[in-house]
């Protein structure tokens, strides 16, 4: 599975970006789907995930209301609608597949990663 993550970019606070995390692979829609974040000097950390039918989605508590999760299986492709951003959003985010699963929510529980995308909020 290839992974290649978009989107990212600057924008002031209060502002929105949508990440998309474009896949390769007839197997796609078979597989869960996660978003991460690195912030400078932080480890990586969970996002947001949604299974492979899109039936069930996670939030991270900090991004609960503001971020949106969503598929499209016709295109191999993921979406990160993020509204409201906020300085402390800033970091390299990652899109990643586990398999077998239906959810992904921590890294160690990644079987593919993509590269990442950097987005960058201002305040």
């Known amino acids: 599975v290839q992974l290649q993550a978009s989107g990212g970019g600057l924008v002031q606070a209060g502002g929105s970006l949508r990440l998309s995390c474009a896949a390769s692979g007839r197997t796609f829609s078979s597989y869960a789907i996660g978003w991460f974040r690195q912030a400078p000097g932080k480890e990586r950390e969970g996002v947001s995930s949604?299974?492979?039918?899109?039936?069930?989605?996670y939030y991270s508590e900090s991004v609960e209301g503001r971020f949106t999760i969503s598929r499209d299986s016709a295109e191999n492709t993921v979406y990160l609608q993020m509204n409201n951003l906020k300085p402390e959003d800033t970091a390299i985010y990652y899109c990643?597949?586990?398999?077998?699963?239906?959810?992904?929510?921590?890294?160690?529980?990644?079987?593919?990663w993509g590269q990442g995308t950097l987005v960058t909020v201002s305040s």
């Open positions: 990643a597949v586990r398999t077998g699963r239906p959810i992904v929510v921590v890294p160690t529980q990644v079987d593919y």
């Open positions: 949604i299974s492979s039918t899109g039936g069930a989605t």
